[in-house]
């Protein structure tokens, strides 16, 4: 009948223990390729009740349906744009819009809900989807839901669920789906032959400067990137033309080009061999649609533009050139993209990549969904000290690969009882703000204590203040010096100078005589200027401090205010709380 992969069954061994125990809405992410449709085929096989799988476009619905029924096992199809209402089969393949309308006895006897693409249940709320798990849930509260998706990240979103299959917290919001059960990388498709390596070409010619766009951490809005368009227009018969070159001399099948806007791939399409190439558009017909991509599938031309309408379900396991001529947001719009040329096809060794963004994402990174704090941060894997989870974060590294800093707030590791499956989040924070009433540890950008609602004053109104106030000084620093100096009965203390770009300076003591100076040393120095506040250091005398200040880090501004004829720094402003 059919065989599962050593992952696909992995990913079904999941699913039941989880299922065994639980009955949050769980998914499963699976890139492109990995074979759904048999994980799928497997959860229904062997679920005690009725199954219903769902899908957004008939197309789905009717791919995942003959995928099934190719195994030699039996379903019916509810969707009205295939003409098909079947009842009494065991699995269901369903489109949501055509089931959120089926009568109440319909919903009888499921005890499995798939759905397939579920990202879009959580992207939009989407209602119809709603009303449908309701209608099932009416006839069985105890239902499992189970998503499935390539793309569990979205922009302006973030991840939609909430914790990760190696126990990751990924969000602190509500998610419709709890928990991911499987996670399968790109990456162990490509190294086990299940799709064909992409192979990124250097670009000879010159790319498009997107950076204005690279750190803002949403979808770009259509004039954002024409207006960008518009300045670098001579770059585009260049950029055609290079594509063209390198088709033609390594003789390559078939070119998809993703473009910005519609008069963007128009431009294109004029520069491409004529009779060569076509454009598919967001307001294509369908049926034209339908009939370019099969035309392009049997070879009859060769570039296929398209403006983000390709991105996904679509399937041309010939193509072997992928070329990116759009903004690219996010690392998974990137992976969706470039997934369209790795499919496995006999003859086809590799797929080309032509990236001419100029924005450097890469298929191996993985998704951090902090903003990235600077252009040199890379992602950097860093213990937590509490519970050993190792959390991805941005950080800064040398040129070892040692890590220097790195700008992770607070773990994502999370305790999982095998027995019962909960999840108790580790909560260890890197940094954080006291709460001044009751010693809560807050976010450091956060307003109000989270445990008693103190308001917790905010980096920006705090240097307000000060620098309107008389008696407070406000300092830039651009460079701090240590220093071991001798008290009037000789013991030493630490004298550490903030100095700005006119050699101006505050200065600050630290005493470490007895072990209550060395606790206030601790906390009001090392917790908020250690480069890696996670690393418990011996710093005990001004003399390690001295030895080890490569480990600290400036403040962003120093405020001092008047007391008596001194300045007396009192707050110290971080970048992260800006
Ligand atoms: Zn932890
Ligand atoms: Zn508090």
Request: charged share 30%; with cysteine.
């Amino acid at each position: 009948m059919y065989k599962l992969r050593p992952y696909q069954q992995e990913a079904v061994d999941n699913t039941i223990k989880y299922f065994q125990k639980k009955r949050d809405p769980a998914l499963i992410v699976l890139p492109t390729g990995a074979g759904k449709s048999l994980v799928i085929a497997e959860m229904a096989r062997i679920a005690r009740g009725r199954v219903m799988v769902l899908a957004h476009v008939k197309e789905l619905v009717e791919q995942n349906y003959l995928k099934y029924t190719s195994y030699g096992l039996e379903a019916g199809i509810f969707s009205a744009s295939l003409g098909k209402k079947d009842w009494d089969q065991k699995a269901i393949f369903g489109s949501v819009q055509s089931v959120a309308r089926a009568p109440e006895e319909f919903f009888q006897g499921f005890s499995l809900l798939v759905i397939d693409e579920c990202h879009r249940v959580a992207e939009d709320g989407d209602t119809q989807y709603q009303e449908v798990i309701e209608q099932l849930r009416k006839n069985n509260p105890n239902i499992c839901i189970l998503g499935l998706t390539a793309t569990p990240y979205r922009l302006g979103l973030g991840w939609i669920y909430e914790y990760s299959h190696t126990g990751e917290l990924k969000t602190e919001q509500q998610r419709f789906f709890k928990q991911c059960l499987y996670e399968l990388p790109l990456s162990y498709m490509i190294k086990n032959k299940f799709l064909t390596p992409p192979v990124k070409v250097d670009i000879p010619v010159t790319c498009y400067d997107f950076s204005e766009l690279s750190d803002k951490n949403r979808m770009y809005t259509q004039s954002e990137v024409e207006e960008l368009l518009k300045n670098q227009k001579r770059l585009t018969p260049l950029i055609v033309k290079n594509i063209i070159d390198i088709t033609e001399r390594f003789n390559r099948q078939g070119v998809m080009i993703f473009s910005a806007s519609v008069k963007h791939a128009e431009e294109i399409l004029s520069y491409l061999p004529e009779g060569e190439a076509r454009l598919v558009v967001g307001d294509t017909e369908i049926s034209e649609r339908d009939e370019i991509v099969q035309e392009f599938k049997d070879k009859k031309f060769k570039y296929l533009v398209n403006v983000s309408v390709l991105t996904t379900g679509f399937d041309a396991p010939h193509v072997d050139v992928i070329a990116i001529l759009r903004p690219t947001e996010s690392n998974s719009l990137y992976q969706q993209i470039v997934g369209r040329g790795l499919r496995l096809e006999p003859g086809k060794t590799d797929c080309f990549i032509l990236d001419y963004t100029g924005m450097g994402h890469d298929i191996y990174t993985p998704e951090i969904s902090d903003k990235r704090p600077a252009k040199e941060s890379v992602p950097v894997f860093v213990p937590c000290p509490k519970c050993g989870f190792e959390n991805t974060f941005w950080g800064l590294t040398d040129y070892d690969g040692d890590i220097i800093e790195h700008y992770g707030r607070k773990c994502r590791g999370a305790e999982h009882d095998v027995a019962t499956l909960k999840v108790t989040p580790c909560g260890y924070r890197f940094r954080y703000k006291l709460c001044h009433a009751c010693g809560t540890e807050n976010d450091v950008t956060a307003r109000a204590c989270e445990k008693c609602d103190a308001t917790l004053i905010d980096a920006d109104s705090k240097l307000k203040q000060a620098k309107l106030s008389k008696n407070a000084h406000v300092l830039t620093p651009d460079k701090i010096t240590f220093e071991e100096r001798l008290d009037k009965n000789s013991n030493p203390y630490l004298e550490v100078r903030y100095y700005d770009a006119d050699a101006k300076y505050l200065s600050e003591a630290h005493f470490f005589s007895n072990q209550s100076s060395f606790k206030k040393f601790q906390i009001n120095f090392l917790r908020s200027h250690l480069r890696r506040p996670e690393l418990s250091t011996a710093m005990t005398t001004p003399q390690d401090v001295i030895k080890y200040q490569k480990l600290l880090r400036l403040p962003s501004f120093v405020i001092a205010r008047k007391q008596d004829k001194f300045w007396k720094i009192t707050e110290k402003v971080f970048a992260e709380e800006l």
